[in-house]
């Protein structure tokens, strides 16, 4: 028990290159859990849980500094928005109007732009609440930012369950009517290390169907089924065993880099969505959310610890819903709150 530790601890983090001081916020349950989140991005930094010998390490990577954040372009622990992945060409049409989005990953436009929700400043408030300590952000999009329509308020809370949880609340709202998509960008590497790939831990992932995509990874607009592909997670298995498959969306994606249609029942509460685990350190974490889509992707492009020693399971709306009419809609409109939770659960294998 670290009873003699605050639950909620606020240290400065640095200034950005504009000169902006940012706070690194460190929130820890009665188990000895931490997170470590900086207004920057809301960015978490870091989540240190404990193995099946009640060894604490990060599961989460990281950067030491503020200014590596600002550089890089791997949304490590960000907070993505005000659309999270893919937009062809940047472009859509909303109410007779057409939209032209900042184009940052060429041909396309990618989690928000060139300077989406994961490179500003959000305002922090540190709260206890009945769950755990919690750290509630709020960022305020103009209208126009990025190319997006209108004006959107969001509120982002990051609680460190007592029950070993990590919980994400999203709400937002707007003047006008917007695509909105909001997620969560950790890469997991439950060994607690993080230079080492993750190849073997084992995945499950709650989805009977996927959204395949193009050669610029946006969805064809298709809802094929998982069964008897590579992608099929609907019993646990290794990340790694087919993820050199020579599947065409296993080539194209250069590994799993795919969005999953969770078969949730769409009731509102958070259901189960995906459960990993790490064999030789024994953790667990079960995802379990309110989002009809999540996508899984392998660490492909990653550069700073090596390709694949991440993995990210980013609830969401599907990739470019704003072009498909067929897909769960994105579209905010004034007076409609926008309400989303994921929940990050903590355990270990029983032996
Ligand atoms: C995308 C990847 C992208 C990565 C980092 C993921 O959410 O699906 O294609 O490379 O983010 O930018």
Redesign the pocket.
Known sequence: MFVNKQAIEERAFGLTRAGQAVSLFTLRNKQGLSLGVTNYGGTVTSLQIPDRNGRFDNVVLAYDSLQQYESS???FGALVGRFA?RIAAGRFSLDGQDYQLAVNQSPNH??GGERGFDKVIWKAIAEQTARGPSLLLNYHSRGGEEGYPGTLNVHVRYTLGEDNSLVIDYQAECDRATPVNLTH?SYFNLSGDPGRDVLRHQLEINADYYTPVDRN?VPTGEIAPVGASPLDFRRPLPIGGRIDSNHEQMVIAGGY?HNYVLNGDGAGEATFAARVSEPESGRVMEVHTTEPGM?F?SGN?LADYGPRCGF?L?TQHFPDSPNQPGFPSTILRPGQAFRSQTIHSFSTLID
């Open positions: 372009e791997a949304y992945n990618l989690h960008h990874l880099d996508q992707y492009f990210c980013e």
